[in-house]
């Protein structure tokens, strides 16, 4: 499965992934196959590094460590797969976004738990994601095809959003409703530019070779999601960690943890009057 006609070789040499993506290989760079999908990855780099530093500068739980691991560890793998177009480096991007929304689905499961324990809560689930993770590995080493990977990627996807929603709707938390929100618009629109990417590519291909140089990378509509999408999926790791102080506080007015920086960071804040108004909306959590 393609996208393009594999063209021009560069310093990785012939290309082995599944699939080659709208962006012309090596147009820019000698060393580089794709040069604004490989750095568009930043955005998958960044932001879960500037989360670590920040999720130990507030103690939250290490269970959200792996969250933001995760997130890099598939930024990292994107760059390396679009840098070099080989399979290794395919995999190096494939298997980490299954693996990670995996533990995303577990994390969202665990919001009620009490954080201090020591005992592993929910070993069942997160024993069937285990097995869920490993099988998929299998199945997509034996078979790759990348069809198999989008779709179990999306179910999984779609099973994190209805545990958000499940949760918005018992909580009632208007700050993880917004959240929820911003971070599902980024999402959905950075799918759709994925979609045009791969549908009208002969067309988005006619249109850059009739515009100016320095315009040409804004029609990198693969790049594009990778921004989208990264940033919405970072918004998801602080909605979780949201979900779950918020819960354990049970909306004591001493302190909110709302989101800050557009929606980079989450931080505890003494209420000022508008926030004890919006607070006051809220039900008690018992």
């Not at 310093?11 to 599944?18: E, F, L, M, N």
């Not at 509509?221 to 354990?248: E, K, N, P, R």
């Amino acid at each position: 499965m393609a996208f393009q006609e594999f063209n021009n070789t560069g310093y990785w040499g012939k290309p082995t992934a599944t699939i080659d993506w709208c962006e012309k290989n090596y147009e820019v760079n000698y060393y580089v196959a794709e040069m604004w999908n490989t750095i568009s990855n930043l955005m998958m780099i960044i932001p879960p590094l500037w989360g670590i530093w920040d999720m130990k500068k507030q103690k939250f739980a290490r269970r959200f460590f792996l969250c933001y691991a995760f997130i890099l560890v598939v930024g990292f793998g994107s760059l390396a797969f679009h840098m070099t177009l080989l399979y290794e480096m395919q995999l190096f991007d494939e298997l980490p976004m299954v693996w990670g929304t995996c533990y995303c689905v577990y994390c969202l499961s665990i919001v009620k738990h009490d954080m201090k324990s020591k005992i592993i809560p929910n070993k069942l689930l997160l024993l069937i994601l285990i097995i869920i993770s490993i099988g998929f590995a299998i199945i997509y080493l034996a078979w790759p095809q990348p069809l198999l990977q989008h779709v179990c990627y999306g179910i999984l996807v779609a099973i994190s959003l209805a545990q958000e929603i499940k949760l918005i709707l018992e909580f009632k938390c208007a700050v993880c409703k917004r959240m929820f929100i911003v971070a599902i618009a980024l999402y959905l629109f950075g799918f759709f530019l994925w979609n045009i990417d791969n549908i009208l590519c002969k067309n988005i291909t006619i249109l850059r070779e009739q515009i100016p140089m320095f315009l040409q990378p804004f029609t990198q509509m693969h790049a594009w999601w990778h921004i989208f999408a990264g940033y919405g999926v970072y918004i998801q790791v602080l909605f979780c960690i949201h979900s779950t102080y918020d819960y354990h506080k049970k909306y004591k007015l001493s302190n909110l943890l709302l989101p800050e920086h557009l929606y980079f960071s989450i931080r505890w804040q003494k209420p000022t009057k508008s926030l004890t108004l919006i607070k006051s909306n809220l039900p008690m959590v018992n």
